[in-house]
T-cell receptor, first 114, second 113 residues
Framework: EAQVTQNPRYLITVTGKKLTVTCSQN?????MSWYRQDPGLGLRQIYY???????DKGDVPEGYKVSRKEKRNFPLILESPSPNQTSLYFC?????????????FGPGTRLTVL | GQQLNQSPQSMFIQEGEDVSMNCTSS?????WLWYKQDPGEGPVLLIA?????ELTSNGRLTAQFGITRKDSFLNISASIPSDVGIYFC?????????????FGAGTQVVVTP
């Protein structure tokens, strides 16, 4: 089954404690993205990756890092989380850059930073 | 900042009624997408539009790519309880790659029996 998986699904942490949210897709997609979803703001892109070792900033990259060492994985790293990073996070992947391919979203990770 | 203005923010409708929502932008977009998000899930693509003026249906859903390329509309006919969820528009500007998808703030739809 084609899918995007994220772990953990829920996480409560404290300010300053480094954390990583993993994302993995089994569709051999080139493009992967991270979004955060906040009430009234919809989904805002944090980072995206066009292929292995190729990443670029989205609209709200501050406080986040990503890496793309393998095609299937695209972890999101918060080196020093702060309460304003409390949000619902989604990873997504799509096959290509041509806009004709469906973007698949993961189930989401709800992060609370105290 | 957010490029797309989506309205209404929320809708409370009775089962069987039709639903309409729209998305507008000050920029020209070359692709418009409509997603639905069920509670506790990630968004799922409903309809994709690639040409100005295009009208596309998916079951009871119909979406249109505005001829100015600055807006798009989604209609749901004869709503049923499982239509409950948040509907998002998303778009790609002519100058952006697929990785730069922009989302609207969403329309929360509540369907009462």
């Amino acid at each position: 089954e084609a899918q995007v998986t994220q772990n953990p699904r829920y996480l409560i942490t404290v300010t300053g404690k480094k954390l990583t949210v993993t994302c993995s897709q089994n569709m051999n997609h080139e493009y992967m993205s991270w979004y955060r979803q906040d009430p009234g703001l919809g989904l805002r892109q944090i980072y995206y990756s066009m292929n292995v070792e190729v990443t670029d900033k989205g609209d709200v990259p501050e406080g986040y890092k990503v890496s793309r060492k393998e095609k299937r994985n695209f972890p999101l790293i918060l080196e020093s989380p702060s309460p304003n990073q409390t949000s619902l996070y989604f990873c997504a992947s799509t096959a290509s850059n041509y806009g004709t391919d469906t973007q698949y979203f993961g189930p989401g990770t709800r992060l609370t930073v105290l | 900042g957010q490029q797309l203005n989506q309205s209404p923010q929320s809708m409370f409708i009775q089962e069987g009624e039709d639903v309409s929502m729209n998305c507008t932008s000050s920029s020209i977009f070359n692709t418009w997408l409509w997603y639905k998000q069920d509670p506790g899930e990630g968004p799922v693509l409903l309809i994709a539009l690639y040409k100005a003026g295009e009208l596309t249906s998916n079951g009871r859903l119909t979406a249109q790519f505005g001829i100015t390329r600055k807006d798009s509309f989604l209609n749901i006919s004869a709503s049923i309880p499982s239509d409950v969820g948040i509907y998002f528009c998303a778009g790609l500007r002519t100058t952006d790659s697929w990785g730069k998808l922009q989302f609207g703030a969403g329309t929360q739809v509540v369907v009462t029996p």
